[in-house]
C-alpha cells in the first residue's frame, strides 16, 4: 500500500487531527468537535531541543577539525624540517643551545605556514583535481587557511627572533618571504622548483651562526638541489608525465648523494672536534644508503611507468627522504650523535604518512 493510500493514524487526544477553521464553521454544537477548536502544535522546547541535536550533529567534532588542520599544514612532512636547523648550526660549528633551541621549532611554524597558505592559493585548481583537500571538501574555510597561514608565519618570526636574537632576523625574514612569494607568486612558473629551493636553503641558513654562513653555505646547497629536483617533479603529481621528469629527479638525487659525501672535506682545523669526525665515514655512508633505498626505488618506478600516482609516491618519498640526507650531512659535518637522533624521527614520519599525506 502506498503511503498515500495508507490510513492516516489518529493520535492523542481530543485536539489531534482537527479539521481546518472554515470546515469548523460547518459543523454544529454538538455534532463533533467545537467550532472554534484548533490543531495543537508540537511543544517547541522539545522540537527546539531536536534540531539544536540535529544541528550538533551536523558540525565537525574537534577531532575532525584538528584532523582537517593536519591534512592542510601535512603535520607528517614537518618531521623533514628540523634537520635543517641542525644542519645549519653544525655547520658553524655548534648545535643548538639553551633558547636556540627553539630555533626548529620556529622553523617547523614558517613551513607550516607555507603549507596553509598553499592549499589557500590552490583552492581552486584543488576544487578540480584534488576535492578531498580540507578546502575543497568544505572541512577547512579559505580564511581559516589563511588566517592560518598568518598566525603560523607570525609565531614562526616571533619564536625565531626570541630563540636566535636580532641577528638571526634576516635569515628568519628572507625564509617567510621566499615562503609567501613561493605560493602566492613563483608557484606554476618556470620559477617554482628554484624558489622552493631557495626557501630550503635559507631555513639552512637559520641555524648558522650569522657570521659563520659561509661554512654553512655548502650544506644549504646540496639540501637545495634535492629541493630543486623534488619540486621539478612534484609538478606532475595530478596527471602523470614521460619517462624524463623522474629521470631527471633521479639524476638530481644521484648528485645530491655526491655533493652530501664530499661535506666537511677541506674544512680548516678546529671547524670540527678530531674526536667527532671518528664516526662519520660509517655513519654518513648508512645515512645515504638510507636516502637512496627512500628516494632513489620508488624514483626508478615512477621512470618506468610515470603515471600519478607513482610520481605522487615518489614526491611523498622525496620529502620524509630529507631526514636520511640531513643525518648524512651532520654525520659528515662530525654530529653522528645528532644524526642518530634525528635518524630516529624517520620512521615516526613514515608511520604518520598513512594517516596524513606528505603533499
Sequence with gaps: MSAAQRPRARVGGPGEGMPTESAADDTTPGAGTPPNARSVPAPEPAARSLADRGDRADRPGITARLRAYAELVRVSAALSVPGDVLVGAAASGRLPHGRTAALPLASVCLYWAGMALNDYADRTSDADERPHRPIPSGRVAPGGALGAAVGLTATGLALGSWAGGRRRLPALLGLAGAVWTYDLIWKGTPFAPAGMALARGLDV???????????????????????????????????????????????????????????????????????????????????LIAYAAAYGRPLLRASAAPQAPAIRAAVGGGVLALIPLQAALLSRLGRPGAALALSASWPLGRALTRHVSPT
Design 205 to 287: 641558513l637559520v641555524g648558522a651562526e650569522p657570521a659563520r654562513y659561509a661554512l654553512a653555505a655548502p650544506s644549504a646547497a646540496v639540501v637545495a638541489l634535492h629541493t630543486y629536483g623534488l619540486t621539478a617533479l612534484s609538478r606532475h603529481e595530478e596527471h602523470g608525465t614521460t619517462p624524463e621528469p623522474p629521470a631527471r629527479a633521479l639524476a638530481t638525487a644521484a648528485a645530491t648523494a655526491i655533493a652530501a659525501a664530499r661535506i666537511g672535506h677541506g674544512r680548516r682545523p678546529g671547524d670540527v672536534k678530531p674526536a667527532d669526525r671518528s664516526g662519520a665515514t660509517p655513519a654518513s655512508a648508512a645515512a
